[in-house]
């Protein structure tokens, strides 16, 4: 029983005992408030994963409320008997012994959201503490984003340290990134009970004095303060400032230094030119941004140390500058870039980002290649990346591919020529020639999209779109920025499912089948029905078995396999091709001592394997049960194979009226069986029903068996599942062979990686061709046909058109679920020299075009998702070398040290071939 008070939070009678049930359904009720009423400023609470994964097991928590649904996607194996959980236990999500300003408990940094905590409303973190005690408590605000406008959680909030001048002590201070400077000066007086007036910070990144943060109005982000980065607390004293860093030699004394002045307030006069005439003019926020390079004006910069400056890590920053190392080694942008482009910046597209996005990488972009090898601190451009696209205003690691993606459609937004885009009407094909739809579709997207990015990076598909009812035909000529490859679906993924006989004829009966890594549900179903011979009057149900329940079935065929992970536990049962058109009796298996008054399953563990048979038609009563359970138990019966000669021997030496107990008759259980009928002979079930009668049934519903005990006699309405759970007397479980019920294998057996080959290296032709290839839609993405006036599953067909100058090509390492992401390493081979995509373009056109690339770039990935690390191969064209960007470290690399598994994101410039002298040169458009 929950009885909130006049807030909404609690009551002391909220702390009465709740079911698991009344527990489930609190909060989930409490979370749809929390989510509809949702504001700036609420409070929501990390709360341990691996505690949260006992109590969903607990209440029987399915992720269908709103609430996060776990155990499908973690090891939930060490959950003891779905019991009560103890108190909540955050403190591995804690940095042990580091609190930062008051005490705040400080968060582990790389932390992923449901694999790592969960994020619950206050209310929703109340009531739990309530129930079970425990923390420690660690809540975060809502902020609200601008672009787009969203609300969010600031899980990590900005951790500053705080240097203070006048005895170098550091404390550690935790603000929103959100909140004012004002608010940072508040904090910091009041830590350290200072006078504010008297107190002066400064933004002292990399130990050195940068500016005075005094625009009390800007928030902490756009003053550029970066997780973790230092800043300094001087005193004022008559316009003077106190600080021990201008001790003298001997250390006696406080000195007293002039106040610095702010470096916002510099100029200078006039746009530096470079003699070879790369640089014209700077954007706007030149001036404003010259304290993220060091000496931008180095008088000391050689020409041939251009293009080799390498950037800082920020904190967890390497995704984004490989990523920016391998644009801005992009011959076209680097030459558009170097010159003055500002007057292409377009302030008015409400899809941009008022044009400073493209200012911020325009002067990056001529910082890294002015200062020599003397590294730069993007902190600017972070700064704009985390205002415009919040997914990326943490400290964890991010996709640098994801970045790409952001990059390369918001500099075409700030950079669009187009100021007023046209209304254009989208026209079906209707038989045209290709040549003429294709045309008509690229006139439209430059009539509305025209910038440099789309001179230079974008191509155009070809997609076919068939639906599988009429066999309408929809031809469509589509813009892409980069292609997305997947590595090709013929890496198998081995799966072993044990499969279950419906009607007791074989003794249930493992199998360990290969699917296609990238295959769906009905790839796993096919295999297995080849593998167990299944016959023409039976179909398969697979069904994920977890704690001796039904958790789910795999009821959806095109459901992917990525959904499966390795340490899950999956059932087959063979039933009748038409068993949706009977009664289906799902079996639990329980001790016979549970069947108490009152008694729940949250209480007492279930045991062995669920079953599954079908009801003859017409079935109501309990007899009707108890014949269906006998049977579908009769392979696992222990029985003595004896003959007519000494049968009465057998019987007077075990004391007993029945056959011997002590001896497992098998079946043939080959793939292909004769179909040996186990229903038969030695393996017969004495007296039909009467020997089943020391089993005790009752109905079952969810996670509660119910009082409901069935007898012969008990009748039940017609319905299309009928649930029941076993007792079992130990007497029986002796008479049994009840190890075929237990010790389920996962689905996959980490052990068996020791005796797998090296997986096979494809080319990256394997992976468009996968790409290129003819498949279904997915449900979620269903084409409404203009014929049927349906949404029908399509089957598409993706051609290569148009290609671009600069073709980058994703490599789909990382599988995507909803909580999960998995990592494949297989190696790709990559051509780095002359990539023929000839005979994928389908476009026919009057003017012959090259099709022949050569690789500049490489964005690398390396490690683990959780700990990876990102690295850029980039090639200076003019002096014909590969080099490596490490971070701040640059280094000279072979041409052929670059072509690893760890290549991620490939970038190819296109080029034309000289038919005299067969020499490869840069194209030009």
Not at 636 to 662: E, H, I, W, Y
Not at 708 to 719: A, C, E, L
Not at 751 to 766: D, G, I, N, V
């Amino acid at each position: 029983m929950t009885i909130p008070d006049s807030d909404g939070l609690l009551s002391p009678e909220s702390c009465l005992p709740c079911t698991p049930e009344e527990e489930r359904e609190t909060i989930e009720e409490l979370t749809r408030e929390g989510d509809a009423n949702l504001k700036d400023g609420d409070l929501f609470y990390l709360i341990s994963a691996s505690w949260w994964r006992i109590w969903q097991a607990y209440v029987g928590l399915d992720g269908t409320d709103g609430l996060p649904n776990l155990s499908n996607h973690m090891n939930m194996g060490n959950v003891p008997n779905a019991c009560r959980p103890g108190q909540i236990n955050n403190s591995e999500l804690l940095l042990e012994g580091e609190n930062g300003a008051e005490n705040k408990p400080i968060l582990r940094k790389n932390l992923q959201e449901q694999l790592d905590y969960l994020l619950v409303h206050q209310r929703v973190w109340k009531r739990l503490q309530e129930w079970y005690k425990g923390g420690p408590e660690i809540p975060r605000k809502v902020i609200s984003e601008v672009i787009p406008k969203s609300f969010t959680v600031e899980v990590y909030p900005l951790n500053l340290q705080l240097i203070d001048a006048r005895d170098n002590s550091q404390r550690t201070i935790v603000i929103s990134r959100k909140a004012s400077v004002k608010e940072l000066y508040d904090e910091v007086c009041k830590l350290l009970k200072l006078d504010q007036a008297k107190v002066l910070l400064w933004d002292y990144f990399n130990k050195k004095k940068h500016e005075v943060l005094n625009q009390y109005d800007l928030m902490v982000e756009e003053a550029k303060l970066q997780m973790d980065q230092e800043i300094l607390l001087e005193l004022k004293m008559d316009g003077l400032l106190t600080s021990t860093f201008g001790m003298d030699s001997t250390g006696n004394g406080m000195a007293i230094v002039p106040m610095e002045p702010s470096r916002l307030s510099t100029t200078i006069a006039g746009g530096p030119t470079f003699s070879n005439g790369f640089l014209s003019g700077f954007g706007s926020n030149f001036l404003q941004d010259m304290e993220d390079g060091d000496d931008l004006l180095n008088n000391g910069t050689k020409l041939d140390d251009q293009g080799l400056t390498g950037l800082q890590n920020l904190g967890n920053t390497c995704f984004m500058n490989s990523a920016i190392q391998c644009l801005v080694h992009t011959p076209p942008l680097v030459e558009y870039f170097l010159h003055d482009y500002t007057g292409e910046i377009n302030t008015k597209n409400p899809l941009g980002m008022q044009g400073e996005l493209a200012l911020s990488f325009g002067d990056l972009l001529r910082k890294l290649w002015s200062s020599g090898r003397t590294s730069v601190a993007p902190r600017t451009f972070k700064t704009k990346l985390a205002r415009f696209a919040p997914q990326f205003s943490g400290y964890n690691q991010h996709d640098s591919q994801e970045l790409l993606a952001f990059l390369l459609d918001g500099l075409h937004e700030d950079l669009n020529r187009v100021k007023n885009k046209p209304y254009v009407e989208v026209k079906d094909s209707d038989g045209r020639p290709d040549e003429v739809v294709a045309n008509e579709c690229w006139q439209n997207h430059k009539s509305r999209n025209d910038s440099v990015i789309v001179d230079v990076c974008q191509g155009q598909y070809k997609s076919t779109l068939v639906c599988p009812v009429c066999s309408k035909v929809s031809v469509t000529f589509d813009p892409f920025m980069y292609l997305s490859l997947p590595l090709p679906s013929t890496i198998s993924r081995s799966m072993n499912v044990t499969v279950f006989s419906g009607d007791g004829s074989f003794l249930p009966m493992p199998y360990t089948v290969n699917v296609p890594k990238n295959g769906s549900c009905r790839d796993l179903i096919r295999a297995l029905s080849s593998a167990c011979c299944l016959k023409s009057d039976e179909a398969l149900v697979v069904a994920e078995v977890f704690d001796h329940h039904f958790y789910r079935y795999l009821d959806n065929p095109i459901e992917p396999l990525y959904n499966i992970k390795d340490d899950e536990h999956f059932v087959a049962y063979r039933l009748p091709a038409n068993h949706e058109d009977l009664m289906k009796l799902e079996i639990v298996h329980a001790k016979a001592e549970s069947f108490l008054p009152e008694y729940q399953y949250s209480s007492q563990k279930l045991i062995g394997t669920p079953l599954v048979t079908c009801l003859e038609k017409n079935s109501t009563t309990g007899a009707d049960i108890e014949a269906a359970v006998a049977t579908v138990l009769k392979p696992l019966m222990r029985r003595q194979a004896f003959s007519p000669t000494r049968d009465d021997k057998v019987r007077k030496d075990n004391g007993c009226s029945g056959p011997s107990l002590d001896a497992i008759i098998l079946s043939d259980n080959a793939p292909c069986s004769s179909g040996q009928d186990l229903s038969t002979s030695s393996m017969e079930v004495e007296n039909g029903a009467e020997s089943f009668l020391p089993f005790q049934i009752a109905l079952t519903h969810n996670r509660r068996i119910s009082q409901t005990h069935i007898h012969k006699d008990f009748t039940f309405p017609p319905q299309s599942v009928l649930r029941i759970a076993l007792g079992w007397p130990d007497k029986e479980l002796k008479s049994y062979d009840f190890s075929y019920l237990e010790n389920l294998p996962e689905i996959f057996k980490p052990a068996f990686m020791a005796k797998k080959t090296r997986q096979e290296a494809f080319s990256l032709f394997s992976c468009l061709e996968a790409f290129l290839k003819e498949e279904p839609l997915g449900p979620d993405d269903m084409w409404y046909c203009p014929s049927c006036k349906e949404h029908r599953q399509a089957t598409k067909k993706l051609d290569l058109w148009r290609l671009p100058q600069i073709l980058v090509v994703h490599l789909k390492r990382f599988s995507y679920s909803r909580y999960l992401k998995n990592k494949l390493d297989t190696f790709v081979n990559f051509p780095v020299h002359n990539l023929d995509l000839s005979k994928y373009v389908k476009s026919k056109t009057a003017t012959p075009q090259s099709y022949i690339y050569e690789l500049y770039a490489i964005s690398n990935h390396y490690g683990s998702l959780g700990g990876g690390h990102y690295t850029a191969y980039a090639k200076l064209i003019e002096k014909d070398s590969w080099y490596h960007f490490d971070d701040s470290h640059v280094s000279p690399v072979s041409e052929d040290a670059i072509t690893t598994s760890a290549a991620y994101v490939l970038f190819y410039r296109q080029i034309t071939v000289n038919s005299r002298s067969s020499t490869a040169e840069s194209s030009s458009r």
